[in-house]
């Protein structure tokens, strides 16, 4: 598998153990909670804490509000990953946990995003 770095003006390949399925699968479905979370909070949802766990055996279980580390949660209810959704004024976090793996992922409100945009 091929990987490239766009950014780069070289390509610097990216050599495949960066690459496995379980790593792109995690990324993967820690946007799809992102985007689910932020399209709930365009709507005018609001953003409670939510904690995601998936098994070892892909089952799913959810809890609100935890006050648990993510780590320390996932080793307790034995999660093959964790995923935490968080919001505040407009902004969506998710913060994936699996294993070693540490991925975090966050928009800006829109306020935000035009204040950036227009330099001010």
């Keep these: 598998m091929r990987r490239w ?5 070289n ?6 153990f960066f690459c496995d399925k379980e790593s792109v699968s995690f ?5 799809s909670i992102l985007d689910a979370a932020e399209s709930a909070a ?4 609001t953003c409670s804490e ?25 080793v307790h209810h034995g999660a093959k990953s964790a995923y935490r959704v968080t919001g505040t004024k407009g902004s969506v976090r998710v913060e994936a946990r699996q ?9 800006r ?9 227009l330099g001010a």
């Design 99 to 107: 294993g070693g793996r540490v991925c975090i992922m966050q928009t």
């Design 109 to 117: 409100n829109p306020a935000q995003t035009a204040r950036l945009l």
């Design 42 to 45: 365009s709507k005018g949802e």
């Design 50 to 74: 939510m904690t995601i766990l998936i098994g070892q055996d892909g089952a799913i279980h959810m809890l609100a509000d935890s006050d648990w580390p993510l780590d320390s949660l996932a």
């Design 11 to 16: 390509r610097t390949r990216i050599p495949e």
């Design 5 to 9: 770095d766009s950014k780069s003006r």
């Design 27 to 31: 990324a993967e479905q820690a946007q």
